[in-house]
Structure formats: structure tokens, C-alpha cells
């Protein structure tokens, strides 16, 4: 069990809480949800509303059942599970992130914060700590991109980011929409009815493994988030004209990879030139046609991911990948088509609840380091409607979305145990 260090606490003044976070349970936990997966061990694959993502989220359900914690779920499959308080009428307290996984990925990112989350809540259950607000792990639904092309369409729709016509329309590489992929997993509800009510939560927290190398670089456990980055993507295609790779002549040529090729390159520069490293961009599918070895490619689809901390760089930086984009169009003779996904804001976290995940932090004597976000997490949708934070946990190397992606015990538990302080603090209830 990972506790407060009382002889601390008290040598600060401050009321102790009997907190203990059960760090073998809860690793137990996170190995028990990985075996669901549609890869072999170590790698994990749960693609939304595929057979593995829905008896994963069962499981998760059923963890939230033994907790005695009230169970619900939306149109989208946002999973809710709350701790009712002594005032159920005010607003919540929110913990939780998501556990659907891209292919080959690891069995932390997302996980930790929904298993996280809930034995934080646990550990307030055990204490003998009483909420005034309702507490409530939120298990958000398609954080990632891989099936629908756009990420987290729970929390955008629960945000009001996205319209639920929009979602709705959205389509899978087999174009199914999202309406008739949600329905066939039992999901009936109306898209409309997704979006929280105005001051659904009073604060919320998302305990996260950093998926950056930082913490680790600076011998630090814990991380408090301060901006989370502007997150855009879009969809290219390319269309040259294919024919016999013998006797169509290289000056004849029209080929739709090697303008793909060229532009990838022209990405990657644009990326590297802002002037700033929180730039980044990402060419991470690259669809070919006909993908035959004598076969000229007449038609190739790119995805691009493009991120940065500040807006005006990260939109200077995809005028600076149109202009390529046309520049290589008009060399090549072949048609360059782009479709913007999303090109999202950045976010600031509340100072009220990075205060609460701070103070958490000093009444254990714990080091932390307060920095930005570069990926994006459902966080920064939420944060559009309630007081938001983040707390990051190490994971060796940075490695994350990969097999190899690792938390140690202790510090996924170090992570809990701050969580639940800081949600206790946010929730003003007593002990």
C-alpha cells in the first residue's frame, strides 16, 4: 500500500487523511485489461466499438459496479460512474481519460487514468472520506483516432466542440458511419443528448502517463500540466495517372508517391522551420493504389497530424504545408486535395485545480515539474466546459503507442494517491 508520509504531514500543520492506494490491486488491474486485446502480449489493440473495446469496457463497468459506484452511458459510449455525495444536486468532481488503444500500442496510455482514477476513489472510500459533491470516473469513448480519422469524439461531443450531425456522418476505412458502427454496438441513444448540461462539473482531472521523456530526464515523479497543445489533422489525397511501370517513360510520368514523397518531406521541414521544438508534424498513413511492384501509383491517401503549443505557429506552419502542397502539384501535374479533420485550440488548465494537484504534491513532500502537454487528451475538450487539470506520471524513455510503453507501479500509484487528494480537495467534503 502507498500512503501519506503522516510524520510529514503533521510536521506541516495539516489534517492527515488516511489514504492508501492498493498498488499491487491496481497493478493487477492494468495487466487484467490488457490481456483484452486484439494483439498478442505485450502489444495491445482495442480499435472502438471492435469486440475487444466493447468486453473491455464491461470489465471496466463491472470494477465500477463492485465500488458501489452508480453506472451510466451515453449515445456515444462515454462510460459514467459516479460516487454520489451529500449534495447530489451540485456539481461533480471528474477523474478518468479512455481505454481504447490504437493498433500495436502499450497498455498504460489512457489506463492508467480510468484504473487510476477509480482506486483513487476507492482510496476515498476506504479513508472514511464523505463528498459534498458527487465524485465521477468518466471513461471517455474514441480518444483515439484510428477508426473515425478524428480524435476524442467523446469528449468533443460531450463539449459541444462537435455537432452530433457532423459525428454522426463521420466514417470508417469500410464507410460505416458512426451512427450505424455505435448502433450495431448497442449504443441507441440520440448524439443531441451527449452534451453535458452548463456546469456539469466543478472541476476535473485527468491522471496521465507523460508519453515524453521529460520526467524521467528530470529524476521527477509527478507533472502538473500547465497548456495543453493545439492539436490538427488532416486528410490528402493525391491523384496522379498509373499505367505499366515498363512502358510508361519517366518523363511521361505522373506518379502519385513520389508527390506524396515530396510533400511528406516538405511537411516534415515546415515542422522543423517554426522556430520553435513544441512544433511538431506527423505523416502516420500512407495509403497506396494500386500497391502493385510494376504498377505506377495513380492515387495516394496521407494522414496528417500537426501540433504545436501556440495556434498562430502551428496555422503558420500548415499555410506554409499548403503552399508546398501546391507548389508540388503544379511540378508533378497530379491533384493534391486536402480535408481538415479538426485544427483545435490550445488550453490553459484551471488554476483552481492545478492549485489542488499541487498542494497534494507538497502535503506528501513529492517533487513535481510543471510543463505543457504536447499531445492532446480528452482534457483539452473538457476543459471548453469546466475548471480542467492534468497530472503526469513518468513512462520509461517517453515511449508511448508502442508495445514497449511502461509506468512503474509505484509511480502510476504515487499518481492515484495525489488524484485522490486533489479530488478530495476539489469536492470539498470531510473525512
Known amino acids: 500500500m502507498l500512503g501519506r508520509e503522516d510524520g510529514l504531514a503533521h510536521a506541516c500543520g495539516i489534517e492527515v487523511m488516511n489514504l492508501q492506494i492498493d498498488k499491487q490491486r491496481l497493478s493487477s488491474e492494468i495487466e487484467k485489461l490488457a490481456a483484452i486485446s486484439d494483439a498478442e502480449p505485450p502489444a495491445v489493440t482495442r480499435i472502438v466499438f471492435t469486440p475487444a473495446d466493447m468486453k473491455a469496457r464491461a470489465w471496466v463497468i463491472s470494477r465500477c459496479e463492485e465500488a458501489g459506484l452508480a453506472v451510466r452511458q451515453d449515445a456515444i459510449g462515454n462510460i459514467f460512474a459516479r460516487w454520489g455525495g451529500a449534495d447530489p444536486a451540485a456539481p461533480a468532481v471528474g477523474t478518468g481519460s479512455h481505454i481504447d488503444a490504437i493498433p500495436n500500442a502499450g497498455k498504460y496510455d489512457g489506463v492508467v487514468g480510468v484504473l487510476g482514477g477509480l482506486e483513487a476513489i476507492r482510496a476515498l472510500q476506504r479513508g472514511g472520506f464523505r463528498p459534498k459533491s458527487s465524485i465521477e470516473l468518466l471513461v471517455f469513448a474514441t480518444e483515439e483516432p484510428t477508426r473515425f480519422g478524428i480524435g476524442c469524439l467523446g469528449s468533443r461531443l460531450l463539449s459541444g466542440t462537435l455537432s452530433a450531425d457532423a459525428a454522426g456522418r463521420l466514417t470508417d476505412r469500410e464507410g460505416e ?179 489542488a494537484i499541487s498542494e497534494s504534491c507538497r502535503e506528501h513532500g513529492f517533487p513535481f515539474l510543471e510543463m505543457v502537454s504536447r499531445a492532446y487528451h480528452d482534457s483539452l475538450f473538457i476543459s471548453r466546459i469546466a475548471p480542467t487539470g492534468m497530472l503526469f506520471i513518468p513512462c520509461r524513455n517517453g515511449y508511448s503507442h508502442r508495445p514497449d510503453e511502461y509506468a512503474a507501479p509505484e509511480d502510476i500509484a504515487r499518481g492515484a494517491l495525489v488524484l485522490a487528494e486533489a479530488l478530495a480537495k476539489l469536492c470539498n467534503g470531510s473525512r
Request: hydrophobic share 40%; with cysteine.
Open 177 to 355: 458511419s458512426m451512427d450505424e458502427v455505435r448502433r450495431k454496438a448497442g449504443l441507441n441513444g440520440n448524439l443531441q443528448d451527449v452534451k453535458l448540461p452548463t456546469g456539469y462539473y466543478k472541476g476535473f482531472v485527468e491522471l496521465h502517463i507523460e508519453q515524453g521523456p521529460l520526467l524521467q530526464r528530470a529524476q521527477t515523479s509527478l507533472g502538473i500540466v500547465m497548456r495543453i497543445a493545439a492539436p490538427a489533422s488532416l486528410r490528402i489525397s493525391i491523384e496522379g495517372a498509373g499505367g505499366h511501370a515498363g512502358g510508361v517513360l519517366m518523363p511521361d510520368r505522373k506518379d502519385a508517391l513520389c508527390a506524396a514523397a515530396e510533400l511528406i518531406l516538405a511537411i516534415e521541414s515546415a515542422a522543423r522551420s517554426s522556430g520553435a521544438p513544441d512544433t511538431v508534424a506527423t505523416v502516420g498513413v500512407c495509403e497506396v493504389f494500386p500497391g502493385a511492384v510494376n504498377s505506377i501509383p495513380s492515387r495516394v491517401h496521407l494522414t496528417l497530424d500537426i501540433r504545436d503549443t501556440d495556434q498562430a505557429r502551428r496555422d503558420r506552419v500548415m499555410q506554409t504545408i499548403e503552399r508546398a502542397s501546391q507548389n508540388i502539384s503544379a511540378k508533378r501535374q497530379v491533384s493534391i486535395q486536402s480535408e481538415l479533420l479538426n485544427a483545435d485550440a490550445p488550453a490553459d488548465c484551471a488554476p483552481e485545480v492545478r492549485k
